[in-house]
């Protein structure tokens, strides 16, 4: 009896400790440190650190990307989300006709980006089948998320640069996409 007694709370007490851990596992988000940890620095006539958060919190940007590497392969077509990157040169002063803006990788990887392109012209693109076709409208975006899914770091999270379109199917040399963000300078 006695025995019996023991085992049933035994059994209560498992039973109520999986229970909270069930719930604990599904109101906590998955913590992700590097996300978490991941800052961007937009330096320009003012210097800023973003975290992920305010990020997401500048005004959002959606549209269809899609990119070729040098050696021909195709990746995409994504649909992307993220904020214009006009909008986060203005988290430090902004940028003017004539200026530039470089965006960097901790792997050393830097592109420049010119004021034409900020504002979606200037860009050479592909169709499918990779012949050159005029381009359409194109906006240049620190993406975060890509299919309704947030950036993997193996994609260049958790923040990397996609050039889209409103339209699907245009694509874009993949060099200018740049891989885990984490430096913007606007330069003159
Ligand atoms: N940080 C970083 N970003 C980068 C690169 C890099 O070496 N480092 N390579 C670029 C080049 S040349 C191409 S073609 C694409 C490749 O994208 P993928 O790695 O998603 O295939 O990333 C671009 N972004
Ligand atoms: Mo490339």
Not at 8 to 30: H, N, Y
Not at 95 to 116: E, N, R
Not at 136 to 141: F, G, Q, S
Request: with cysteine; net charge negative.
């Amino acid at each position: 009896m006695r025995q019996t007694n023991f085992h049933a709370r035994t059994a209560v007490l498992l039973t109520v400790i999986l229970l909270f851990a069930i719930i604990a596992g599904c109101s906590t988000p998955a913590r992700d440190p590097l996300t978490e940890n991941w800052r961007v620095t937009v330096n320009g006539t003012t210097e800023k650190v973003l975290t992920i958060k305010d990020l997401k919190e500048l005004p959002v940007v959606n549209g269809h990307g899609y990119c070729v590497s040098t050696t021909g392969a195709r990746f995409g077509p994504y649909t992307c989300k993220g904020v214009d990157l006009r909008d986060i040169a203005a988290q430090a002063g902004g940028i003017q006709p004539g200026q530039q803006i470089w965006v960097s990788a901790p792997d050393g990887y830097l592109w420049v980006f010119d004021y034409d392109q900020l504002e979606g012209r200037g860009f050479i693109t592909f169709n499918e089948n990779l012949t050159e076709i005029p381009a359409p409208p194109l906006r240049i975006i620190l993406m975060y998320e890509q299919n309704g899914t947030p950036l993997s770091y193996d994609d260049g999270g958790p923040a990397r640069i996609a050039i889209i379109s409103e339209e699907p199917g245009i694509v874009t040399e993949g060099s200018a996409w740049v891989k885990w963000v984490d430096r913007i300078e606007i330069k003159d």
